[in-house]
């Protein structure tokens, strides 16, 4: 005959293996769905890395895929670059930027291209495609987020 407490013991044993085991499987497929997400992630990285890579090598222009649609990439300034290899809003923007005379501020370039600059997100494209043209040293940021023309030695 079976001891009814021992019984008990096991079936209550029983339910907290069978209750760690749901928890168990659940983490798991939390794990295991976050891990396909990174591995998602890791493949865009890689190709949004190669483009990138693509991008700096070539001193021409060359499309990119946004949204589906294809835009132009504001190629990195080389030695040999000329400016009409910018898009038409970049020149005009590089223009600007020189005819102030000093360092020029998102406000002074945005009133000279008739953009309403009491309105600040009207300012922040403007700011966007500045900061993109220091990074990629057709321009230079000064500290204090005012911009100069770069000079290529």
Known sequence: MLDPELLERITERRAELD????????QLTKVRSERDELAVAERVLERVSEEIAGERGSVSPSPGQVAGRAVMLVPHRGPDAQETILPPDY????NVVRQVGGPATVRQVGETLGVDVSVKSKLEPLRGKLIRLADRSWLRKQPDGRFTPACIV
């Open 19 to 26: 209750d760690l085991e749901a928890q168990l499987t659940e």
């Open 91 to 94: 020149q005009r923007i590089l």
